[in-house]
């Protein structure tokens, strides 16, 4: 990956920097001894790295429709949908059928001697220093994947990203050899979302097509529904366990308020389980109860109600039947989702006091009847996308 072209990845994310900052390192100094270590250790071994996934990417077959996978949610949708489309699908760092390993990842970084001009740029980049982290993960993925495209003969690319680096990197590296290029949307938006650019765009419902906008009057939109009810369709109408409370927060919000909403739920009686974010690895207090329900679907079905904040999560807690409170006293509230702008979420609560006031009340502060709005209108043949 050139110069030129890692920087123009990050684009989108730069316009996104005071949101981004909050999940920023805030001290890289330790990773950049690590990898200036490692960039010396290595001198003589990118083009051995290179041969090696070299061979690995030409054993693979797949037919001429791909679909790249790099998270398990991504991986989620597209077994939903490969039964009924012609697409094979290639996963990284996530494990499939055919897989690249995290360390073929980590050896991707290190598979060209443009790293070293990479770094010396990342270096005089103020945010791309702050972030190397995130810059090597980009750097993996997007070297492994131009690897693959140039190594087999493809018609189309599907991808379940359209706002990362590396999401943008692909689509740029398939244009380039006229490649059609497919996104389908793996989870809920927001009104920041970049505007569609792929050349079909496969999006779960009306308030997807809302708030995206096209870069160009060639793009084409398909309208499916969110596949992920699919699943939770078998969950509607369980019994749920009385007075069971779920707190779902993520990075944004304050562990000092989550605890403390926990604590106070606690001592009114209310068996309370808190499903942190996957990628929030901060530490409870130790007296309080984490979820282990692996399956979302599965931990809401059995809850009462779900407490949250900047979260998709109130549409999956609505449909299965949960009352739903937003605690926007646990950060700052960006209603990131339109949840409130659009009538969803009626009522918020602002402090601990007024949510502990709600849920003894059982107050029904969504609008179900908006439902089918973000959920799209779930039609089987949908999944049948002729791409």
């Not at 499903?275 to 929030?280: K, L, N, S, T, V």
Request: aromatic share 10%; with cysteine; charged share 20%.
């Amino acid at each position: 990956m050139n110069n030129k072209d890692l920087k123009e990845s990050f684009s989108y994310i730069l316009t996104r920097h005071k949101h981004w900052s909050k999940f920023q390192r805030r001290n890289p100094l330790i990773d950049h001894i690590i990898f200036i270590i490692i960039l010396i250790l290595i001198v003589p071994l990118p083009l051995i790295f290179s041969a090696y996934l070299k061979s690995k990417v030409k054993k693979i077959a797949v037919r001429k429709q791909i679909a790249l996978v790099r998270t398990k949610n991504g991986l989620k949708i597209a077994k939903i949908l490969e039964p009924h489309n012609s697409f094979d699908i290639v996963c990284m760092s996530v494990k499939g059928d055919r897989y690249f390993s995290k360390v073929d990842l980590l050896l991707s970084v290190f598979s060209s001697y443009a790293i070293y001009s990479n770094y010396a740029m990342l270096l005089k980049n103020s945010f791309l220093r702050m972030n190397l982290i995130k810059v090597v993960k980009v750097l993996g993925f997007s070297n492994l994947e131009k690897m693959f495209i140039d190594n087999h003969s493809l018609n189309s690319v599907i991808q379940f990203n359209d706002h990362s680096p590396e999401s943008f990197y692909l689509h740029q590296i398939c244009q380039e050899q006229n490649i059609k290029t497919v996104y389908v949307q793996h989870a809920p938006v927001g009104d920041k979302f970049p505007a569609l650019y792929h050349d079909i765009n496969v999006l779960f419902s009306n308030d997807s097509l809302d708030k995206y906008q096209k870069s160009n009057d060639k793009i084409k939109v398909i309208i499916a529904f969110d596949f992920r009810f699919l699943k939770a369709l078998n969950y509607r109408g369980n019994n749920k366990v009385a007075n069971s409370v779920l707190l779902c927060p993520n990075l944004l919000d304050s562990i000092t308020s989550i605890e403390q909403t926990a604590e106070a739920l606690n001592k009114q009686g209310y068996a309370v389980r808190i499903r942190m974010h996957p990628a929030d690895k901060r530490q409870l207090a130790s007296h309080l109860t984490k979820s282990v329900i692996k399956d979302v679907w599965e931990d809401l079905a059995i809850s009462e109600v779900v407490i949250t904040n900047e979260s998709a999560i109130p549409i999956e807690a609505a449909f299965l039947g949960c009352l739903v409170y937003k605690a926007s006293f646990w950060s700052e509230n960006i209603d990131a989702y339109n949840f409130i702008s659009r009538g969803l979420i009626i009522s918020e609560e602002n402090s601990l006091e007024n949510c502990l006031v709600s849920v003894n009340d059982r107050k029904q502060a969504i609008d179900l009847t908006k439902l089918q709005y973000y959920t799209g209108e779930i039609i089987t043949e949908r999944l049948k996308l002729n791409l």
